[in-house]
T-cell receptor
Framework: AQSVTQLGSHVSVSEGALVLLRCNYS??????LFWYVQYPNQGLQLLLK??????LVKGINGFEAEFKKSETSFHLTKPSAHMSDAAEYFC???????????FGQGTTLQVKP | AAGVIQSPRHLIKEKRETATLKCYPI?????VYWYQQGPGQDPQFLIS???????DKGSIPDRFSAQQFSDYHSELNMSSLELGDSALYFC??????????????FGPGTRLTVL
């Protein structure tokens, strides 16, 4: 069975500081991993996805994530936070048999001026 | 670019009533997924359809049913509504069910409030 764990339900950074959102996965098969962002009262928007092509994945809005098999991690980073990055971030993995997404608990990113 | 359309965006119902949520996938997408997101929670998979056939089922109550029609739109029918059904219901679509790497594109969601 697949699962993801997001460490830290709330992360607060200053504008311009590094953003690091943590995600660890558990999977019995090679995982396909995703990061989605959700702004208040909106749907989920894909930031980036890992599909085994490259371990360092670049996404939209300056975000990137690195797949580390040895650490079973897929942490999301951004060098410099912007006020508009404040949102809920979800890490997700696809199930082994179907395309359904299994989400982590989410991390709320707060950006302080 | 066309996105996933969900209607209605907001729905208020009384307990024991029924509700129907609609989802219109991105054109040429053949797979639809339904997720339920409770307040402060992560989205939970309910059910999915590929080419109008149910492809997977999650923790969907027996009071709920869904189907995908010939034009690929999908409807989630909810009966005997309970207070605990109040949530944000997302529909997502993708173009290749058999490709786990394929991106699921989410609609804006339907916020259901049961009073």
């Amino acid at each position: 069975a697949q699962s993801v764990t997001q460490l830290g339900s709330h992360v607060s950074v200053s504008e311009g500081a590094l953003v690091l959102l943590r995600c660890n996965y558990s999977s019995s098969v090679p995982p396909y991993l995703f990061w989605y962002v959700q702004y208040p009262n909106q749907g989920l928007q894909l930031l980036l996805k890992y599909t085994s092509a490259a371990t360092l994945v670049k996404g939209i809005n300056g975000f990137e994530a690195e797949f580390k098999k040895s650490e079973t991690s897929f942490h999301l980073t951004k060098p410099s936070a912007h006020m508009s990055d404040a949102a809920e971030y979800f890490c997700a993995v696809t199930s082994s048999n179907t395309g359904k997404l299994i989400f982590g608990q989410g991390t709320t990113l707060q950006v302080k001026p | 670019a066309a996105g996933v359309i969900q209607s209605p965006r907001h729905l208020i119902k009384e307990k024991r009533e029924t509700a129907t949520l609609k989802c219109y996938p991105i054109p040429r997408h053949d797979t639809v997924y339904w997720y339920q997101q409770g307040p402060g929670q992560d989205p939970q998979f309910l059910i999915s359809f590929y080419e109008k056939m149910q492809s997977d089922k999650g923790s969907i109550p027996d009071r709920f049913s869904a189907q995908q029609f010939s034009d690929y739109h999908s409807e989630l029918n909810m009966s005997s509504l309970e207070l605990g059904d109040s949530a944000l219901y997302f529909c997502a679509s993708s173009s290749q069910w058999r490709e786990r790497t394929d991106t699921q594109y989410f609609g804006p969601g339907t916020r259901l409030t049961v009073l």
